[in-house]
C-alpha cells in the first residue's frame, strides 16, 4: 500500500511546495516574456500611451506617432485649406469692417 497519497500536514505541505515552486516558474516565464516584448513597445510622442501590435507607432524622426495620432493628424492637414481660407475670409471681413467704421490704421 505504498501508493498511497499523503493526508495530513505532510501532504498539505508538498502541495503547497509544489504550487510555489509552480508560480515561481511561471513569474519568470512572465518576466522573460515581459522583457521581450518590451523592446517592441514604444510611446506616442502626441498622447503619450504605450503602443504594441494592436496599434501600430511609426517612428517619425527622433519621435514615436501611434496610428491614431497619425490619423488624427492627417484629417486636421486634410482640413489646412479649408482653414486657412476660412481665417482669410475672417481677416478681410474684420478689414472691411474695421475701414467701414473708419478704425483703419492707414
Known sequence: MGGK???????????????????????????????????????????????????????????WVCMTCLKELKLALDDLERWENETKIKDKTEQQVDKGLGLDDA
Open 5 to 63: 497519497a499523503l493526508t495530513g500536514p505532510q501532504g498539505n505541505e508538498d502541495a503547497k511546495k509544489d504550487r510555489t515552486k509552480e508560480s515561481i516558474i511561471e513569474t519568470r516565464k512572465l518576466e522573460s516574456y515581459a522583457e521581450h516584448v518590451t523592446s517592441e513597445m514604444h510611446a506616442c510622442s502626441l498622447c503619450g500611451a504605450v503602443r504594441y501590435k494592436k496599434v501600430p507607432v511609426k517612428r517619425i524622426g527622433k519621435l
